[in-house]
């Protein structure tokens, strides 16, 4: 049963910087493609990047050129660099193996972390 803990989010002004962090448990880490989600209020969980067990990336439109995913294998922990950070950018944060299929969540998903952006 792996376990996820993220960490690291906050109210940063629009512009501002935020590294939000995932520690996993487990050795089903190392192979799995890690992604960190999102989660507006009223909204469904959308996927905002992703990092393969190679540290292959990708990103949502909304992602590029602004957030950056990594990985540590050694420590298990996933990483998101997230910069110029906008109020839409406002929700909880959660890490989670991303399904190869559907793109979802496969194991059960932490607390996440809030993200607010505001003035």
């Known amino acids: 049963q792996v376990q996820l803990v993220e960490s690291g989010g906050g109210l940063v002004q629009p512009g501002g910087s935020l590294r939000l962090s995932c520690a996993a448990s487990?050795?089903?880490?190392?192979?799995?493609?890690m992604g960190w989600y999102r989660q507006a209020p009223g909204k469904q969980r959308e996927l905002v990047a992703d990092?393969?067990?190679?540290?292959?990336?990708s990103y949502a439109d909304s992602a590029k050129g602004r957030f950056t995913i990594s990985r540590d294998n050694a420590k298990k922990t996933v990483s998101l660099q997230m910069n110029s950070l906008k109020p839409e950018d406002t929700a909880v944060y959660y890490c989670?193996?991303?399904?190869?299929?559907?793109?979802?969540?496969?194991?059960?998903w932490g607390q996440g972390t809030q993200v607010t952006v505001s003035s």
């Open positions: 487990g050795t089903s880490f190392v192979f799995a493609t």
């Open positions: 989670n193996r991303k399904s190869p299929l559907t793109g979802a969540g496969t194991w059960t």
């Open positions: 990092i393969t067990a190679e540290s292959i990336t």
